[in-house]
C-alpha cells in the first residue's frame, strides 16, 4: 500500500542553520510527492511537490529532491528564518483519490 | 480563482451533542472533498473523502459521518459527540481531472473541543 514515514520531531533551530527534514515513502508504481506547511492555527499549503523521479521541487528558499532509489523526499534549507516554525508534513499521491501524509514534523527556529 | 470556506473556525459543545461543521468549494467543479482530522500533536487523519455528490468514502469507523448534498458543499455530522472528537478538523479539495500530480488545496480548519 501507500504511506508516507518522516522523522519525529519536535526540531529546534538558531536561525540561520541548515534544516532537514527526513521523509521516506512506500509505494507502487510512480506517486508525487508533496511538502506541506501549516502555521499555528492554520490549514496546511503547499510549499513544493515533484510528480516524477528525480525531480527537484523548490520554493521559498525549500528543496526537495524524489529520489526513487532511495523512496525518499527529503525536505532541506539551507539558512532558515524565524518565520518558518511551522508544521512541515510530507504526503504523496498515487492512482486513485486519496493523499497520504506522514505524521508531521514541527520546526521551531529560534533567533 | 479557487476558494475554499470552512466553518465555524472554533467550536466548544458538550458531550453528547450533535456536531454539524460544513465546508464549500467555489470556482471549480465536480472537486474530490476530503475531510481529515489532526489530534494535538499529531498528524493527519483521513476521516472521509467524496469523489462525488452522495458518493462518500469512509476511512475509518467512528462517531461522525459526511455527507455531499452538492456538487462543492460537504458536511461532517455527529449525533453525539464523544470526548475523543475533539480535535482539528480540515476541509480539503484537489481537482479529479488533474491526474496524479494533482495538489490539495486546505480550508483554515475548525478547532472542537468536547467538553
Known amino acids: 500500500g501507500n504511506s508516507v514515514t518522516q522523522m519525529e520531531g519536535p526540531v529546534t533551530l538558531s536561525e540561520e542553520a541548515f534544516l532537514t527534514i527526513n521523509c521516506t515513502y512506500t509505494?507502487?508504481?510512480?506517486?508525487?510527492l508533496f511538502w506541506y506547511v501549516q502555521y499555528p492555527g492554520e490549514g496546511l499549503q503547499l510549499l513544493l511537490k515533484a510528480t516524477k523521479a528525480d525531480d527537484k521541487g523548490s520554493n521559498k528558499g525549500f528543496e526537495a529532491t524524489y529520489r526513487k532509489e532511495t523512496t525518499s523526499f527529503h525536505l532541506e534549507k539551507g539558512s532558515v528564518q524565524v518565520s518558518d516554525s511551522a508544521v512541515y508534513f510530507c504526503a504523496l499521491t498515487n492512482t486513485g483519490n486519496q493523499f497520504y501524509f506522514g505524521t508531521g514534523t514541527s520546526l521551531t527556529v529560534i533567533p | 480563482s479557487q476558494t475554499i470556506h470552512q466553518w465555524p473556525a472554533t467550536l466548544v459543545q458538550p458531550v453528547g451533542s450533535p456536531l454539524s461543521l460544513e465546508c464549500t468549494v467555489e470556482?471549480?467543479?465536480?472537486?474530490?472533498l476530503y475531510w481529515y482530522r489532526q489530534a494535538a500533536g499529531r498528524g493527519l487523519q483521513l476521516l472521509f473523502y467524496s469523489v462525488g455528490i452522495g458518493q462518500i468514502s469512509s476511512e475509518v469507523p467512528q462517531n461522525l459521518s459526511a455527507s455531499r448534498p452538492q456538487d462543492r458543499q460537504f458536511i461532517l455530522s455527529s449525533k453525539k459527540l464523544l470526548l475523543s472528537d475533539s480535535g482539528f478538523y480540515l476541509c480539503a479539495w484537489s481537482a479529479a481531472e488533474e491526474g496524479p500530480g494533482r495538489r490539495a488545496f486546505f480550508g483554515q480548519g475548525t478547532r472542537l473541543t468536547v467538553v
Open positions: 470556482g471549480t467543479s465536480n472537486p474530490n
Open positions: 509505494a507502487t508504481g510512480y506517486p508525487s
